[in-house]
């Protein structure tokens, strides 16, 4: 599926006249790596968006504690719609009463490095492992580094899909300025 089409949700939910956040479609990436980027959205709450480059959109997920560098905590990673690569420079505000109005602010980005393997050890596909319901990944960013894993589970009683993200145990660190546990 297209980067227009895997958009709709995007941009079905903002009026470009009223917000500056980028439409999208305009970007073309080149990194060896594919890019991620945790931005602080004070809207309605205050949180975290996670945001994974796959393909050519960012896939994306509400973190409200954002994530932690310590591996036995257990991130609940709401995921929302899909958002344009542009979307990894944005900062500003969206104007109240727009979708997700508040203030938006890089928190971290950088590289990822997707590490999904199947039983045999044999690497996986990102985009299929996250269609699974299990990707792993090494974060290379300025406060965010070392393995993480998204995990989507059925939350509750009304079955809606939601994720864990967690830090493996294994290899690397997060720098300074992590959120608290």
């Not at 439409?23 to 945001?51: K, S």
């Not at 257990?74 to 727009?98: C, M, N, Q, S, W």
């Not at 109005?101 to 999904?116: A, F, H, K, N, Q």
Request: glycine residues 14%; hydrophobic residues 30%.
């Amino acid at each position: 599926m297209g980067g227009e089409d895997r958009l709709r949700d995007y941009h079905g939910k903002r009026h470009f006249d009223r917000t500056a956040e980028p439409r999208g479609g305009g970007r073309e990436t080149e990194d060896a790596l594919p890019r991620f980027v945790v931005q602080i959205h004070d809207a309605r709450r205050m949180h975290f968006d996670f945001r994974l480059q796959v393909g050519d959109v960012l896939r994306s997920w509400s973190v409200p504690k954002g994530p932690s560098a310590d591996p036995r905590d257990k991130r609940l990673a709401v995921p929302t719609e899909d958002h344009p690569l542009e979307y990894e420079e944005f900062e500003g505000v969206i104007p109240r009463g727009e979708y997700g109005g508040g203030t938006v602010i890089v928190w971290d980005r950088g590289t990822y490095e997707p590490l999904s393997h199947d039983r045999r050890g044999r690497p996986v596909d990102f985009t299929a492992s996250l269609e699974r319901g299990h990707a792993t990944f090494r974060l290379h960013g300025a406060k965010l580094r070392g393995e993480y894993a998204l995990t989507r589970f059925r939350s509750g009683d009304d079955g809606e899909e939601a994720w864990l993200l967690v830090r493996a145990a294994k290899g690397g660190s997060a720098g300074r300025g992590a959120p608290d546990p």
